[in-house]
């Protein structure tokens, strides 16, 4: 299999990295936010403890981005790791289109989104949104990347959180209104 580089927070994160381990892919994680040198009010530079880290992931086949909590951490995670290996990259579209992303980097060719709802053990699709000008080999390393985990990866147009994502948010959202409305209960 490949050599995946996961920069990531939260449960989707560590699910992925499982996911990616268990399809016999070599993981190289970074996984907690405050090792990426980034918090919400302190722009400091990446840490020079994580560069036997940063070394390894030179030789990455695949970098995925999967910062979800922080769109500064997330800009500075993936501007450094782009720089450490010429990999496609896989950019969680939660808070930033993979067209966005690919602007920070100012190379679209690389860069593809991706969208799925948590748990992953359970879902069977995850969205692939390229970038706008993204390669047809990175399109291709992304799906293949979803099929080796066992996920039918469906490509949809390009946004902020995907297609899926919005949907049940709206949903949920609606949910929200129909009980603050009293026209439902909440067993319903």
Do not use: Y
């Not at 996911?19 to 009010?41: C, F, M, N």
């Not at 969208?115 to 692939?128: G, S």
């Not at 994502?165 to 909440?186: C, D, H, K």
């Amino acid at each position: 299999m490949s050599t995946v580089f996961l920069i990531g927070d939260g449960p989707l994160a560590g699910e992925l990295g499982v996911a990616a381990k268990r399809a016999g892919h070599e993981v190289i994680a970074l996984l907690d936010p405050t090792l990426l040198g980034v918090t919400s009010d302190d722009p400091t530079p990446f840490e020079e403890e994580n560069r036997e880290l940063w070394l390894r992931a030179c030789h990455a086949d695949l970098i995925i981005d999967a910062v979800v909590s922080n769109r500064l951490a997330k800009r500075r995670a993936v501007i450094e790791a782009s720089g450490w290996s010429p990999a496609p990259i896989l950019t969680s579209t939660l808070t930033a289109s993979a067209t966005e992303v690919a602007f920070w980097l100012g190379e679209a060719g690389r860069v593809v989104g991706w969208a799925a709802l948590p748990p992953l053990a359970e879902t069977r699709v995850v969205e692939v949104m390229p970038a706008m000008e993204a390669s047809s080999e990175a399109v291709e390393v992304a799906q293949d990347f979803f099929r080796s985990l066992d996920k039918e990866p469906v490509t949809v147009g390009d946004s902020v959180g995907g297609v899926l994502p919005r949907v049940v948010a709206t949903l949920i959202n609606e949910a929200a209104f129909a009980l603050m409305e009293r026209v439902a209960g909440a067993d319903d």
